[in-house]
């Protein structure tokens, strides 16, 4: 049995290295510029993600005073037809 290629492979275009800028220099400052603001912008996300950590946390104690007051009212029920299920009982 005989296949036939329909494609043609393309290969990937190689990348060059981009020309290197001064070592203190760069199109947006210096290197200290844009370390200064990339970790501004680590503060500002690591702020965020502990105001979500506390939400987090706070919907999961409503989630646990929520379930807790379901058992007991499950319990509850239980114990209601523990009572009345000899009245039921046809025996």
Not at 4 to 31: D, K, L, V, W, Y
Not at 37 to 58: P, S, T
Request: hydrophobic share 40%.
């Amino acid at each position: 049995m005989t296949l036939e290629s329909s494609a043609e492979i393309i290969p990937f275009p190689s990348r060059q290295a981009p020309p290197s800028a001064p070592a203190e220099m760069t199109p947006q400052g210096t290197n200290t510029d844009r370390l200064s603001r990339a970790l501004a912008d680590l503060a500002v996300a690591q702020a965020e993600q502990r105001a979500a950590l506390a939400r987090w946390q706070a919907a999961l104690s409503n989630l646990q005073t929520g379930v807790q007051g379901l058992g007991a009212s499950l319990r509850g029920c239980a114990q209601a037809l523990s009572e009345i299920a000899p009245s039921v009982n046809p025996r």
